[in-house]
């Protein structure tokens, strides 16, 4: 095994006022940790003497482009369909990497999740729907279906080494079938009428997209072009816009422009020049032209041994993690508890989100999985037990971020939408305590 030395930067007191950050930055639970203080900030000044505060500033209007090009709308609408467009093209950024290089590239490997992601998807569905029947929160079937892969993730790193790399691997994959399941729902129920006619021009600009990918083109600036448009032009068509995202996220490069074998010529060769040009003490790059030039090449090296795909997605990995998704959280989060809340948890809407959250999530898990392994489809991952996997399931149970934004899709009334948003945060809670402590119990045997 060869062992990676890590440059150390020099102390400078900037960096020293910035470790603590870049360490919390760092960990695994830093976003769900940012995720929810912003859902209890939402739920806090929702509830507070200055809720209209809350509600007026959602609804402010803001105006976006350039001319005779503008876009107004509320502020609440540019996190919802614009910015969570940001946060689709990297989940699709992320289905596609799974696909091609990791836990869904092989069959025998990705039929675990995928059944288990299923049966995850299929229970909540049909136990949402025994509680609202045809009733008037019928809509809301969707929204027990997905996983926070961020608060799912996030709690099992707080447990630590009592959870098995396989027990980790199987719920990332399992989260992103997850995705891929609500993207389906949303593009099929969840879209009533279609303009044709942007539909094709946005086709157009996935037709583009493709081309520059086959041409070669690996700079993000004609993709993110593209990627605009598309976005203008699914808002238009009525399907929701947010699916631009995870269709452009289909069309970034995933080859590299050179080989490891040329990287390695090429790097040794340029190192070699920077080492022969640094004849001068102290050391003072800034004076030295060759040594410039053998950084710039080798910075060249690097970005072209990388992936596209790789790049873009940790470039925008940290926007995501630490601005979209707590601005979308503080957005939606924010639920009225007026009235009696007992009554309100008993609501067919409600009830149905918890029960579809809380018993058909680990149940559809844990069954779906069971049958795969039982009929040789798939096995069980190396050092994981059943225990573990029903954990894993009541974990799969956290809903919370694409719960809230299928409650958007789901429902128009502010009553339905408050009774969903009450069911989400008491089942990601009591889902993600449960699966908690039935892992650390199953770590302990």
């Not at 940290?318 to 939606?332: C, D, E, H, R």
């Not at 009774?419 to 119990?441: E, N």
Request: include cysteine.
């Amino acid at each position: 095994m060869h062992n990676t030395h890590r440059i150390a930067p020099e102390r400078t007191p900037i960096l020293k006022l910035a470790r603590p950050f870049q360490e919390f930055a760092a960990q695994e639970t830093s976003g769900g940790v940012l995720l929810l203080l912003c859902s209890i900030a939402a739920v806090v000044w929702a509830n507070s003497p200055w809720a209209h505060m809350y509600t007026a500033l959602w609804h402010t209007p803001v105006t976006i482009g350039v001319g005779s090009l503008t876009l107004a709308r509320e502020l609440h609408f540019w996190v919802n369909d614009a910015l969570m467009a940001v946060f689709f093209f990297v989940v699709g950024l992320e289905i596609k990497r799974e696909m091609l290089a990791g836990e869904l590239a092989s069959p025998r490997q990705a039929a675990l999740p995928i059944v288990a992601a299923l049966g995850g998807v299929a229970v909540p569905a049909m136990l949402y729907s025994m509680v609202n029947g045809n009733g008037a929160g019928a809509a809301g079937w969707g929204i027990p279906m997905a996983t926070d892969i961020a608060f799912a993730i996030g709690v099992m790193a707080l447990l630590g080494d009592r959870i098995p790399l396989g027990l980790k691997v199987f719920l990332t994959a399992l989260a992103i079938v997850d995705d891929i399941a609500a993207v389906v729902v949303i593009a099929v129920f969840y879209t009533t009428t279609l303009a044709w006619g942007a539909l094709g021009v946005g086709g157009l600009c996935l037709v583009a997209a493709f081309a520059a990918n086959r041409l070669g083109v690996r700079h993000p600036m004609p993709y993110a072009l593209l990627g605009a448009a598309l976005w203008g032009m699914v808002l238009v068509s009525g399907i929701h816009a947010t699916l631009a995202g995870v269709l452009l996220a289909f069309m970034i490069p995933v080859r590299t422009a050179i080989n490891q074998q040329r990287f390695l010529q090429h790097g040794r060769a340029v190192l070699d020049h920077f080492e022969r040009a640094a004849n001068v003490e102290p050391f003072d790059i800034l004076s030295d032209i060759e040594q410039q030039a053998a950084v710039e090449a080798l910075e060249d090296a690097c970005e072209k041994v990388q992936p596209p795909l790789h790049r873009i997605e940790e470039a925008l990995h940290p926007w995501v993690t630490f601005f979209i998704m707590p601005l979308f959280a503080l957005a939606n989060a924010g639920v009225a508890l007026s009235g009696n809340l007992g009554e309100a948890l008993a609501g067919p809407v409600t009830l149905g989100v918890i029960v579809g959250l809380m018993l058909g999530k680990p149940i559809g898990v844990t069954l779906a999985a069971w049958l795969a392994v039982r009929s040789g489809l798939a096995t069980l991952p190396e050092s994981v037990s059943w225990r573990q996997i029903h954990g894993a399931g009541w974990l799969a149970g956290i809903g919370f971020t694409m719960s809230l934004f299928m409650t958007g899709l789901a429902f128009t009334d502010e009553a339905q939408m408050n009774a969903a948003k009450l069911g989400i945060l008491v089942a990601s809670v009591g889902a993600g305590a449960m699966g908690s402590l039935l892992l650390r119990r199953a770590g302990q045997r």
